[in-house]
């Protein structure tokens, strides 16, 4: 079998971690992210899309504010995070995202807003960005699959939108949809889970300031591959959680049934809470490996943020509920 290779790329494409980390300096660098840092494969840019980039930055360099909640660890490298992901509507190796995400179609991209909302809408996903002109934050994270992350994401609290439409009291969980597009996503043309790929959270972890919709990463609008134009992030979960490429956010009564529950429950649970106690049927989870780094390390409780979300838990059996 014919294996895709990855075209090199130079050390001096890659930002260095320092570069990064003085980001303001950064930002007010040039009038656009592209030119400061290179764009991985998959993110080449429409002229169209270069008009939206631009804007992108600039709304950026009008109000980012930083919440570093990774303090003291390395920035995983841009390559890394964009040529090595799970994303099973391109396919189910790694490397199909990067290589498949170019079929997905991001402009025009609408939300559908429904359920227990008093205003509930299908927006534009423009007019979604254009809200937070100056709510955007750089949001350092780490992230965990079956592997681990530090990225830094552009993005804001899911709970700014959901008030935004008047989340009403009778909400009690709030759904999630990807995008239906088996045309161009030839990984939905398989029969893996079924389509299109549904994710859900309580209330509570959907309204805490962790819990974020993200529309970038690295300073730039977010890749085809990672999850654009905008998907959500659960750092304190298990990537299953952290669904892409939203296109409906429902809130609702009842408890709805996410898609790898419905696949299969005996391995993948509702809530999908790091915990290093608790195995997956088929292997540890007491262990990970952080991308760009050599071995393993112990896996924190909560993926490290157990000070933040601990308490959302307190009166749980996380045995049981995993």
């Known amino acids: ?127 979604i960005l254009s809200r937070y002109t100056l709510e955007e934050r750089i949001y350092r994270l780490r992230c965990v699959e079956a592997w681990s992350m530090v990225i830094p994401w552009v993005g804001f609290p899911l709970a700014d939108l959901l008030k935004h439409h008047g989340l009403t009291s009778r909400a009690k969980y709030i759904e999630f949809e990807s995008i239906l597009d088996p045309e161009n996503l030839r990984g939905q043309r398989s029969s893996i889970i079924e389509w299109p790929y549904r994710e859900a959270l309580r209330i509570d972890e959907a309204m805490h300031p962790l819990t974020i919709l993200a529309v970038g990463m690295y300073g730039e609008r977010m890749p085809n591959q990672n999850g654009a134009p905008m998907r959500l992030v659960v750092p304190w979960k298990y990537g299953f959680k952290s669904i892409k490429s939203v296109v409906a956010i429902r809130a609702l009564e009842d408890k709805p049934t996410t898609s790898w529950v419905a696949q299969n429950p005996e391995e993948y649970g509702f809530y999908a809470n790091v915990n290093p106690d608790v195995d997956h049927p088929r292997w540890s989870q007491a262990r990970e490996r952080r991308i760009g780094e050599g071995g393993r390390r112990e896996t924190l409780m909560f993926n490290g943020y157990a000070d933040e979300v601990a308490q959302l838990y307190a009166d749980m059996d996380l045995q049981k509920d995993y």
């Open 1 to 127: 079998m014919k294996r895709y290779r990855y075209p090199a790329v130079a050390a001096s494409e890659i930002t260095p971690q320092h570069v990064f980390e003085n980001r303001r300096r950064f930002l007010r660098q040039g009038a656009t992210f592209g030119a400061a840092l290179s764009l991985a494969p998959g993110m080449l840019l429409s002229a169209r899309a270069s008009a939206w980039q631009q804007t992108f930055a600039d709304k950026i360099q009008q109000g980012v504010n930083e919440k570093d909640f990774a303090a003291g660890e390395s920035i995983t490298s841009v390559k890394d995070a964009t040529t090595y992901n799970n994303f099973y509507e391109f396919g189910v190796r790694k490397s199909d995202p990067e290589v498949y995400a170019h079929k997905l179609k991001t402009d025009p991209w609408r939300v559908s807003i429904e359920g227990q909302f008093e205003n509930t809408a299908e927006v534009n996903f423009e007019d």
